[in-house]
Structure formats: C-alpha cells, structure tokens
C-alpha cells in the first residue's frame, strides 16, 4: 500500500498482466508523479487563503483529477484539523435513482468511524464510537442532475453536527443536517481521515474550518466595525479576508479613493447627463450594447471603464469602474475564481446569489448602497446576477478590482455566464474606454452642456 501526504491511494488492487504492463507502469510512474507533486503541495506553506498569522493552512486544493479513465480505488485525504473541516467534492456520474456512494471519516486507528451514505434523496450517517456503541441519523436531499453542480460536506465536532449541501459551502446552500448527541463529541473530535470512491467523486478542496456561521457579504473595516457587527454577523471584518482580499479592500477603500473628488467634483453628474443625453458617449455606447441584445433583454447591459493595464494577476484589466442605468442589469456569472473586492460610489446594486453556475436558483440576494463594500473569494459570492433596480435613479456605480489567489496557477481569464439560452459561456472582460479618457470626454460633456 502507499499512502503519501495528505491524500493516499491504495496500490494493491492493481494486478499487471504481460499485455497491460507498459501502461500499468507508466499509470505507476504518473501516480507517483502526481502523489509527489500533492506531497509538495501539502507540505508547502503557500496553500490558497493561508492566514499570514497561522502556519495551519486555511485550505488545501486537490489537484485537477489525472488519469481519471485508470483510476477505480479508494482516494484517501485528511483533515487539517482533527474533528473539522469541509470536504468540497464533484460526483463524477450524474444520480440516478440507484445512485448510491459512501464516504467513510475516521480516526488514526480506523476504530472510530463515521460511515456516510449519499443517495439521490437520502443522506445518512453512522457513527461507531471507541466504546462499541452506535449513533445513526437520515436526512432527506435532493442531488442534483446539474452537471456543474458540487457539494460539500462540514464536520463540526464543537457544535455536534455534520452538514451537507450544494453549491459553495456555506449555511445558505445547505441541504441538511445530522446533529449528534453529547456523547459522541469525545469521539467525533478524533476523525482525522476522509476515504471515498474516486470514481465517484472528485475532490476539490479541504476546508480548515467547518461550516457554522452565515456569510456576511459587507466588508468594513476596524474603524468602522461594531460589536453588532460581528454578534449579528452584519459585516465581514476586514482582516478576515484572504491575504489578496485583504489587499484588493486596502487598494479601493481609501477615503480618497472616491468619483467626486477635487479634481472633478461633479464627476457623477456629468456621468448622469452623459447617459441621459441622445449624441454624448454614454449614451451613444449604451444605445448600441442595447441593440445588440434580443428583444426582451435590452437592460441587460452596462459600461465597463478600466483603469491602468492587465499585468497578469487578474481576469482581464484589474480595475473596473461599473456604470449600471436605472433598470440595468447582468447576466448570471462568475469571477475565475478570482478574489475581488467591490465597492459602490453611487445609487445601489442589488446582488443575486447562486450556489453554482447553471442554475437559476438563487440561495439569497443583497443589496448594497453607496459606500458598502463586498467582496468575493475563490470559494465565496463567485456566483451572481447583479442589477440597478432604482427605475426612477440614480445610476449604480461601482469600482470592482480583482486577483488571483495566491497559489492559482490556472489564471482562467473569463468570466463565464450563462447566455440567452441559459448555456455556459466565456465573457472576456473588456474594457469600453480607459478611465484617464473617458474622465476627459464627461469633463468636456459637463463643461459643453
Ligand atoms: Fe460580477
């Protein structure tokens, strides 16, 4: 058997025949590769959304799967911590009403257990404790058919419960939950290993912390964060952000960091006349994205004005200043698992919320006013639909900037949708005109008027 660094595959059901052997040895040498390459990666201090004040990484991501046509066997991982963490997974078949698969949590010993059983509609859990002892529960679910659909699972020894749920693993897309008992917590508290069929499920990250508390979408920062704040869990402090949200908030929160400042003081105005009146550039730019839509559609545009250049850290120009008209709105997509911090100048953006993209089925929606900022992570708030919904005004206006994770090597540079027909697409994020021009062009709209 071997077993190496947080993930392990068991060897010994492979048998080589004279005909097979060229491609079991290969598949060996790849498996060792890839087992190596894992190894390096668990062991590396450069994990995704690592806390700078903590050597615990936050998470661990699997590697995108490899050889998946050879692999049958049991993938084994481990948690971060013993008792916590959130497995994040793809099933790799779509359910079926005979859709049946396990994953077994235990200890070091594999004498305490949590045997999980997944159906299409049902979701149950044993518990075998050190004393002989059992402790079951069985929830109704509903997997879905959704081919981009994912799931997570939260273990939660401290607070006696295990969640599952679809989409980004949070409270609001959870499907249900097993609470268990006081007497199992000593034992609960020991699983440390994950095993599951790897044919079945693909795994995609190891959350540190289990699932416990909602998601505030609002950032503030230490000046301003309360004690409500953080009791009610209004706002997101900022120091909780990843290490690149942290920076993304710092680059855009600045009390200078404003659309009417000294330069141009009436800088939103003259955005304002500039949409309002037939032959100025806003105007004549909205017209023709209008046109361009199907009937039915013509709101679903907005304009797109970037500041600086792509110097490769981010989907597209890093800095994007959003003007969204009354009524105007977005298709669903996501960022490229991009970090971004948005924060709102002017009117108000209404934000709704999916659990993946595919589906149409929002799990929340917000809306955030001038001066509010929000923020999105590689795990969190990727998944949305944004819209002024002000009819009578004023005109949304955002500055959104983005990056990549720390350790993400893909750098996928779209932003994928949904379109008209509700098919994944790949949105290039473009630019309409760059800042330093069009600040020139309203200046000479607002002075001309
Ligand atoms: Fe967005």
Known sequence: MLNTGIIGKTLDFISISQHTAPIAYIWLFLRLVKQQFISLLYQSENMSSSNINLRNPREYIFPQPMLEALETATLQTQLLIKGQGVFIFELTKTPSTTFETRINCADYSNKIRLDIKITKNEFSALLTKS???????????ALSTNDKAFYWLSLDSHNLVLRFGIGEARLETESCRIMFDDACKKDLLT??????????????????DPISTPVALAVKGSDDLTMDDIAAHRFMPKANLSEIGQLLYDNVAGKKF??????????????????????????TKLAEKSKSKPAGQEKKIYLRITLGQNSGES????????????????????????????????????VTMYPFLGTEESFGKATFKAGDIAWISPTLNQYHMLKNENLDGPTCITIQCYMYDKDDLGHYSYFDYLDDNNKLAQFNPNSDMDFVEFKATMRKEWAKR
Not at 191 to 208: E, G, T
Not at 258 to 283: M, N, R
Not at 330 to 337: K, L, T
């Open 131 to 141: 004393d002989g002892n059992t402790f079951e529960g069985i929830e109704r679910i």
């Open 258 to 283: 404003v659309l009417d400042d000294d330069d141009f003081p009436e800088f939103s105005q003259a955005i304002e006349y500039s949409i309002k009146t037939p032959g100025c550039w806003c105007h």
């Open 315 to 350: 989907p597209g120009i890093p800095y994007v200043m959003e003007i969204w008209p009354p009524g105007c709105y977005s298709s669903i997509h996501s960022h490229a698992g991009a970090n971004a911090i948005i924060r709102v100048f002017t009117g108000s953006v209404a």
């Open 191 to 208: 699983i440390s290993q994950f095993s599951f069929d790897d044919a079945v499920i693909a795994p995609l990250r190891m959350l540190r």
